[in-house]
């Protein structure tokens, strides 16, 4: 897995969508490459942000995902 293929798979991830073969791939290249590293966990950090004060009721996960994309410029 590459860079691109890590960041693609990005929310996903995050919300434990993706398959546990995918996962562990994901994981592997997260290990290996510390800027996805460093990127996933920001935004991991930032997705508590929002679920903390916007307790899921609020936003939908697609709204959400809609609204870190247009932070980070995805
Ligand atoms: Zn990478």
New binding site residues.
């Given amino acids: 897995m590459?860079?691109r293929e890590?960041?693609e798979h990005l929310y996903e991830y995050l919300d434990r969508e993706l398959t546990p073969e995918v996962e562990s791939k994901v994981r592997e290249?997260?290990k290996?490459?510390p800027?996805?590293g460093e990127h996933f966990d920001t935004e991991q950090a930032f997705l508590k942000f929002v679920e903390a004060r916007c307790r899921s009721r609020c936003a939908p996960p697609e709204l959400k995902r809609r609204i870190l994309r247009e932070l980070f410029g995805e």
């Fill in positions: 590459n860079c890590a960041v290249h997260l290996a490459c800027p996805c």
